[in-house]
C-alpha cells in the first residue's frame, strides 16, 4: 500500500488514538504524515513540457543528451535536473539491441583483463564491437575498433556478412596505423574468438580480452558510440 493511501487512513481527531500511535499502526513516520508536497513551479511545468514534446522527436535521449538539446532550445538547465524532471515523467530512453555476438561452442573464449583496470592513456586498451545498420533492403553490419582511453575509432569496417573477415581487416589497418595496444577487449562474438582475429593480436604480442556473457556493459563505451551513431546519425 502506498505512503499516500496509509496517510489517508489516519484520523486527525481519532476519540482514543493519537496521531503518533496511528502513525506506528499504519508503518509510516509522523513526519510522512505532516509531509505538504511542494508543486512544481510555472516555469518547471513548461520546461516538462518542452521535454515531453522534444522526447516524441528524440525517443532515444537519455538525461545527458537532453540537456545538451534543452540548452540549444535556450533553457539553461543541468543534467541533475533533467534526470530528475525525465524520472518524474517516466521517460526513459529506448534503443535497440541487436543480436551480433553470438559466441562459436569450439572456439577459445580468453578471461576478462579489465576489471579494476585504470585505463588513462591512449594505446593502453583497444576494443571493438559489431553492431547492424537497417537498409532499404535488409542489413550491412559495422565493425569499429576503438581506443578505450580516448574513445577514438581508429578503423572501421562494413560488410554484408557476418564473417570474420571484415573485422580482421579493420583490425589490421589499426594497428599498421597507430601501432599495438597493450590489451584489446571484446566479446565473445563467433568473429572476435576466431582464430583469424585472434592469431592477428597474437602476433602482434597484444593480450587478449574477452567480455563474459551478456556482459555488454564491459564495453560501454563503444556501444555508446553506436547508440549515437544509429540514432542521432543514421
Known sequence: MSIARRRQMIEREHASLSITAQCRLVSISRSSFYYAPVP???ETLVLMAVIDASFLDHPWYGSRQMARHLCRLGHTVGRRRVRRLMAR???????????????HPEHRIYPYLLRDLEITRPGHVWCADITYLT?????????????????????????????AEFCVEALKEALARFG????????????FTSSDFTGVLRDAEVRVSMDGRGRWMDNVFIESLWRSLKYECV
Open 89 to 103: 515523467m517516466g521517460l526513459a530512453p529506448i534503443y535497440q539491441r541487436p543480436r551480433t555476438s553470438d559466441p
Open 180 to 191: 599495438r595496444p597493450e590489451i584489446f577487449n571484446t566479446d565473445q562474438g563467433s568473429q
Open 135 to 163: 537498409m532499404r533492403r535488409g542489413f550491412l553490419y559495422l565493425v569499429a575498433i576503438m581506443d578505450w582511453a580516448s574513445r577514438k575509432v581508429l578503423a572501421w569496417r562494413l560488410s554484408n556478412t557476418m564473417d
Open 40 to 42: 512544481e513551479t510555472a
